[in-house]
């Protein structure tokens, strides 16, 4: 079975500044990883994923994860947050080659950004 | 296109009564998941579809809880009997089948429901 740990609840940190959500993950088999976004009151969004390839993957907005496997981590990161950057972030793994691509959730990390 | 929809948005129950929640997955995914948001247990998966048929139901919580399917599309989670335990916000995605290169998940705005 697999398992996520995101072991900071909240982070809060000003803005422009860098920051880091840890994510690590426990798991007898290969997984994807993903980072997911909910912002106050709206649904969950695909941030950012790592299938295969490159151990770094970023997004749109300027967040990138590196995919550790020694470590069994996927931490997020940005080098310059902004205020509507405050939102909670997922991070979950799912099986690889499973019959189901069922997400397993951490318990989420609110990142607060303040002025 | 559009994404995927839930309805209805909120839900307020009695202790005892049944819900059924409805999500409409994006057109041409033949993937459906269910999941649930709730303060004491965070996101839980509870069912998978593929097609009109639920390979895993692993995560359902009780045989309170069902889902069904029709004609590859529409889904329906029904919550017989409901508790207090079971308010949370229920969550649907849809995605390609898994394997495919597009097999993201695509989550729906979620229906809160509050048992009384």
């Known amino acids: 079975a697999q398992s996520v740990t995101q072991l900071d609840s909240q982070v809060p940190v000003f803005e422009e500044a860098p920051v880091e959500l840890r994510c690590n993950y426990s798991?007898?088999?290969?997984?994807?990883l993903f980072w997911y976004v909910q912002y106050p009151n709206q649904g969950l969004q695909l941030l950012l994923k790592?299938?295969?390839?490159?151990?770094l993957v970023e997004s749109i907005n300027g967040f990138e994860a590196e995919f550790n496997k020694s470590q069994t981590s996927f931490h997020l990161r940005k080098p310059s947050v902004h205020i509507s950057d405050t939102a909670e972030y997922f991070c979950a793994v799912t099986k690889l080659g499973g019959a189901t691509n069922k997400l397993i959730f951490g318990t989420g990390t609110l990142l607060a950004v303040q002025p | 296109g559009a994404g995927v929809s839930q309805s209805p948005s909120n839900k307020v129950t009695e202790k005892g009564k049944d819900v059924e929640l409805r999500c409409d997955p994006i057109?041409?995914?033949?993937?459906l998941y269910w999941y649930r948001q709730s303060l004491g247990q965070g996101l839980e998966f509870l069912i998978y579809f593929q097609g009109n048929s639920a390979p895993d139901k692993s995560g359902l919580p009780s045989d309170r809880f069902s889902a069904e399917r029709t004609g590859g599309s529409v889904s329906t989670l029904t919550i017989q009997r409901t508790q207090q335990e079971d308010s949370a916000v229920y969550l649907c995605?849809?995605?390609?089948?898994?394997?495919?290169?597009?097999?993201?998940?695509?989550f729906g705005p979620g229906t809160r429901l509050t048992v009384l």
């Open positions: 995605a849809s995605s390609s089948p898994p394997g495919s290169l597009t097999d993201t998940q695509y």
């Open positions: 798991s007898s088999v290969s997984v994807y």
């Open positions: 790592y299938l295969s390839g490159s151990t």
């Open positions: 057109s041409g995914h033949t993937a």
